[in-house]
């Protein structure tokens, strides 16, 4: 045992592997228990959180105590069958979350300032 753990800590994981995983496409009806029942196999879990709103139904986060238990769980689970639908399983980037954001206020930004000097963006 004391050898495997002094393994994981040489391994090199790519940079967007982290303990929290996005998953997608669930069935509407699940409940946190079972998503415990599925994700629970790969190692102890720190927390579920289940999509509610119209918006988010069908997605959940899984947070695992461990990095690579999460990266165990999303090689083994992207694509997993439950209730006829096919799981996808990626690890969250809360980076591709704001990007978004910070472009529609980037271009804002611009859009005053052209507005405030008198620049029109046509030549």
Do not use: W
């Amino acid at each position: 045992m004391a050898l495997a753990a002094t393994r994981r800590t040489n391994v090199r994981l790519p940079p967007e592997v982290n303990r929290i995983l996005y998953v997608r496409n669930l069935p509407y009806k699940i409940t946190a228990e079972e998503i415990y029942d599925i994700f629970g196999k790969y190692g102890p879990i720190r927390q579920v959180r289940v999509g509610t709103n119209p918006e988010t139904k069908g997605t959940a986060f899984v947070v695992y105590e461990d990095i690579f238990d999460a990266k165990n769980a999303c090689d083994h689970l992207s694509g997993f069958n439950v209730c006829n639908r096919y799981l996808v399983v990626l690890y969250y980037q809360s980076t591709k979350l704001y990007q978004k954001v910070d472009a529609e206020k980037k271009q804002a930004q611009l859009d005053a300032a052209k507005k405030k000097y008198g620049v029109d963006g046509a030549k």
